[in-house]
């Protein structure tokens, strides 16, 4: 069945440090979603990506949609503490009523 | 605008007891997913319900089984519980396929 792979697993960074993650989908996606999971709560939605090759940043944060549209990744500029969590890919299934996750790659930030 | 709502926050049961789920999405919101997560597993789908009809399934035995009402309410239930059933079980809804989901606090199982 179609799976969405994350890495690196776990990232520990020091304040200040920049931070990837990337994730490759099996299947080619119509779009793909970004969720952050702090410690203790839920995943959140953070963006949507549509068009191949496309790049969007929120403040301090960078996704980009590859080309083939089977792969993203997510870059953290200049970490803070507020940046610690679970960051997750998510894709939708062939029927597009499924969201597929990744497994997520937990940052975590030292001051 | 309220968000999505899962009750209980928290259960424990005992194995080969069943477990009933509930969740409120979002006003306006007709999907409603399901998911289960477990450190080891992550994020698994286990159904979507939109207009009360269940579109999809993931990969998970008969014992898990869900609703949806009219009012979009949904419940997730389980039957003959498990110790690998403990997890976090998580509510989302949409508005529409490939929406953002918006998730509920959870409700953590425990089985012991």
């Known amino acids: 069945g179609q799976q969405v792979m994350q890495i690196p697993q776990y990232q520990h960074v020091q304040e200040g440090e920049d931070f990837t993650t990337y994730c490759n989908s099996s299947?080619?996606?119509?779009?793909i979603q970004w969720y952050k999971q702090r410690p203790g709560g839920h995943p959140v939605f953070l963006i949507q990506?549509?068009?191949?090759?496309e790049v969007k940043k929120q403040k301090r944060l960078t996704f980009q949609f590859g080309e083939a549209k089977k792969n993203s990744s997510l870059h953290i500029t200049a970490t803070q503490t507020t940046d610690v969590g679970t960051y997750f890919c998510?894709?939708?299934?062939?029927?597009?009523?499924?969201?597929?996750f990744g497994k997520g790659t937990t940052l975590s930030v030292s001051s | 605008k309220a968000g999505v709502t899962q009750t209980p926050r928290y259960l424990i049961k005992t194995r080969g007891q069943q477990v009933t789920l509930s969740c409120s999405p979002i006003?306006?919101?007709?999907?409603v997913s399901w998911y289960q997560q477990t450190p080891g597993q992550g994020l698994q789908f286990l159904f979507e319900?939109?207009?009360?009809?269940?579109?999809n399934k993931g990969n998970f035995p008969g014992r898990f089984s869900g609703r949806q009402f009219s009012n979009s309410r949904s419940e997730m239930n389980v039957s003959t519980l498990e110790l690998g059933d403990s997890a976090l079980y998580l509510c989302?809804?949409?508005?529409?396929?490939?929406?953002?989901?918006?998730f509920g606090n959870g409700t953590r199982l425990t089985v012991t």
């Open positions: 989302a809804s949409s508005l529409e396929s490939n929406s953002p989901l918006h």
């Open positions: 299947t080619t996606l119509s779009n």
């Open positions: 990506l549509v068009k191949s090759g």
């Open positions: 998510a894709g939708p299934d062939q029927a597009g009523t499924a969201l597929i």
């Open positions: 006003s306006g919101h007709r999907s």
């Open positions: 319900y939109f207009s009360e009809t269940q579109r």
